[in-house]
């Protein structure tokens, strides 16, 4: 069993900048994807960015591209997630997720969650 906890989230004016970690509780080195997903009210849970710890191969959702970036430590059990340049649309709970076989996009692929972090852009 993998523990993931989330931490970083606030309320920041656009144009700014977050960091959100996501602390897990074993090695993720060994793991096949780190992902980061957000869900806004209303919406389905998308996938923002994941990172394959094995090789540091990353994946960005087109509209983050160029704005976020995901990075891991693997000392600390930790990938981060480096938000620039927020837009009011970037607003929603955002979740850390492990687990999956494989960096993919669906949600039911990953079988770890964190309680998630909220992001919260204002104008």
């Known amino acids: 069993q993998v523990q993931l906890v989330e931490s970083g989230g606030g309320s920041v004016q656009v144009g700014g900048s977050l960091r959100l970690s996501c602390a897990a509780s074993?090695?993720?080195?060994?793991?096949?994807?780190m992902a980061w997903f957000r869900q806004a009210p209303g919406k389905e849970r998308e996938r923002v960015s994941a990172?394959?710890?094995?090789?540091?191969?990353?994946y960005s959702a087109d509209s983050v591209k160029g704005r976020f970036s995901i990075s891991q430590d693997n000392a600390k059990n930790t990938v981060y997630l480096q938000m620039n340049s927020l837009k009011p649309e970037d607003t929603a709970m955002y979740y850390c997720?492990?687990?999956?076989?494989?960096?993919?996009?669906?949600?039911?692929?990953?079988?770890?969650w964190g309680q998630g972090t909220q992001v919260t852009v204002s104008s």
């Open positions: 997720a492990a687990g999956a076989r494989y960096c993919s996009r669906r949600e039911s692929d990953f079988n770890y």
């Open positions: 074993g090695s993720i080195a060994s793991s096949n994807c």
């Open positions: 990172i394959d710890p094995r090789t540091g191969t990353t």
